[in-house]
């Protein structure tokens, strides 16, 4: 199962990221996708999560700049960040949990996970 972030980079506060995560077919039969952060120093952060069930789970910290989506047909796994703050300044990972419903934000639950795309945002 392999999975492959892309879409990070550089970005003042108050701009937008769209990150994509990219998965052969079996990775995207899983439960639940998600996307997590970290930072150095810190452990892995759940930021938002998506359901078989179209479902969603959102870090309170997020709610309202963060949108999470997955296209089955593209095989492809999406968080569009928009007003980003520098507090938002992280790796970002995404991963994929085979095992069941609901999602949750707890890095426990999922088996599968990409290598990072890195979001800096300046003040």
């Known amino acids: 199962v392999k999975l492959m972030e892309s879409g990070g980079g550089s970005v003042q506060a108050g701009g937008s990221l769209r990150l994509s995560c990219e998965g052969s077919a079996y990775s995207f039969n899983p439960y639940c996708l998600a996307w997590f952060r970290q930072v150095p120093g810190k452990g892995r952060e759940g930021v938002a999560a998506?359901?078989?069930?179209?479902?969603?789970n959102y870090h309170w910290s997020v709610k309202g700049r963060f949108t999470i989506a997955a296209d089955k047909a593209k095989n492809t796994l999406y968080l569009q960040m928009n007003s980003l703050k520098p507090e938002d300044t992280a790796m970002y990972y995404c991963?994929?949990?085979?095992?069941?419903?609901?999602?949750?934000?707890?890095?426990?639950?999922?088996?599968?996970w990409g290598q990072g795309t890195p979001v800096t945002v300046s003040s």
């Open positions: 991963a994929a949990d085979f095992d069941s419903l609901p999602c949750s934000l707890a890095d426990r639950w999922y088996e599968s």
């Open positions: 998506v359901g078989s069930d179209r479902s969603t």
